[in-house]
């Protein structure tokens, strides 16, 4: 008989591409999950998996079952959470994921929030790319999403929580940070990026036009402690979000920071769910504890 545990492992796989991944994913060894992968494909008498030197490819029939495996997963998920929607509080697993340059600042306020707010949910939290985000979001294996907009889809709402200006990351005798800049004077050939993928990166390019691609600098980095080290060390300037530089992980003494004039470049964060999702109505709950949690930085 089909296990929804086989089905899950098989999702992991889909999602990593990676035997080793796909068991710290699901939290399972290597060994656990490839027995229960085996299973399956002893089962349903199909192969499943290519199994390379480093890595794992589905098959085209892999595939396409894992696709089926995922809405049956999302089921089983919008089961368990009409359940407990029914107390007519957040309570029971909460699956959260957040983009990389949001997660560094807003963590930590938020976990301590929500542990107040909601104490009988239990909050695991995924960081990944927004493309990553959004896939799980809908397939199910996410409740939760925090990302910056658009997030265009049918079946997700969005509760926009709050909105920031980039500011320009610079050597440290730049400019006093009370004099605003012209986001046309920027040189793009200094400007460092996050790598491609990253959405921060993207709305950088457009507010700073998209023209700049042919001229930026090769090579991008996958987080923005690396970005504000590399301006320290002279490589460049950079955008990031105004709440990072605020929190505390800027050194004022090795870069400088300073605003934009008007039009500011900046970004829209929201909470995103599935709009089918039971406990929609206390995910706005959820999202009205995050503004809060933005409104004092």
Known sequence: MTTLKQLRYLDALRQTGHFGRAAA??????????????????RLGVQLVERLPGGARLTQTGAEIAERAGRV????????????????????PVRLGIIPSIA??????????????????????????????????????????????????????TAVAYEESFVLVGAPDGPDGDDTLALGSLQPERLLLLEDGHCLRDQVLQACGTSLRSSLPAGGVTNLATLVELVANGQGVTLIPERFAASGAVDTARVSTQRF??????????????????????????AETLADCMRDI
């Open 104 to 157: 560094p600042y807003l963590l930590p306020r938020l976990l301590p929030a929500l542990g107040a707010r909601y104490p009988e949910a239990e909050l695991t939290v995924r960081e990944t790319l927004t493309e990553h985000l959004m896939r799980e979001l809908v397939a199910g294996t996410l409740d939760l999403i925090v990302a910056s907009l658009p997030l265009d889809h049918p079946l997700i709402e």
């Open 25 to 42: 994913l699901v939290g399972v060894t290597q060994p656990a999950l490839s027995v229960q992968i085996s299973g399956l494909e002893d």
């Open 261 to 286: 004039s008007n039009p500011q470049p900046q970004r829209s964060v929201a909470l995103a769910w599935r709009r089918t999702h039971p406990q929609a109505e206390q995910f706005r709950g959820v």
């Open 73 to 92: 997963l999302a089921d089983v998920s919008e089961i368990e959470a009409f359940a407990r929607s029914r107390t007519g509080s957040l309570a029971g």
